[in-house]
């Protein structure tokens, strides 16, 4: 999961830059080398944590579609479940009494488009199981967040793990 400053997704986001509430930010997802013509890249969830281990969960994200419990324009999907990379555009926040975001996202694999159809502010209801998860922090200071880029642009070893079993047992059933 990476975070970038402009809408082309081209200018990431660096420990220098400082962040206020309200701010926009947008998110990429990508599985580097995931062969697009066999895989698509999906999603499922977006939440939110104060602590890194922390059981509280403010979700963004719902079975692909922007959460019900959050404002219409806090987050905007861009693009999800139609290729290696899945896009999405949200608006910095502070979780109360806690100077730290880190943002949990839960990914899925499909083998054709898996694109979720969001009513308005409803979730969708098709959602394919969890194949892993990775995770973005940002600190703050006062209302401002710096972002932690070294964890920003890599991926987990249960998620790598997880995507190359999986990807193994779809090989093997087909």
């Known amino acids: 999961m990476m975070a970038f400053k402009d809408n082309t997704y081209t200018t990431p986001l660096s420990d220098s830059d400082t962040l206020t509430v309200e701010d926009p930010i947008y ?56 290729g290696a990379e899945s896009r999405f555009l949200m608006k910095v926040f502070k979780i109360t009494s806690s100077n730290t975001v880190y943002l949990y996202a839960d990914l899925a694999l499909c083998t054709t488009d898996c694109n979720s159809t969001c009513t308005s502010r409803s979730i969708s209801r098709d959602s394919p199981d969890i194949a892993g998860r990775v995770s973005i922090y940002l600190d703050a200071a006062d209302t401002s967040y710096n972002l932690d880029a070294s964890s920003a642009s890599g991926f987990s070893m249960p998620w790598t793990l997880s995507a190359l079993i999986f990807s193994w047992i779809l090989m093997k059933l087909m």
Do not use: H, M, W
Request: glycine letters at 4%; proline letters at 4%.
């Open 27 to 82: 998110l990429s997802v990508r599985v580097s080398d995931l062969d697009a013509n066999a895989f698509k890249l999906k999603v499922v969830n977006i939440y939110a944590s104060p602590t890194n281990s922390s059981n509280q969960k403010y979700y963004l994200l719902e079975n692909g579609c922007p959460s019900s419990q959050i404002s219409s324009d806090q987050l905007t999907v861009d693009s999800n479940g139609v």
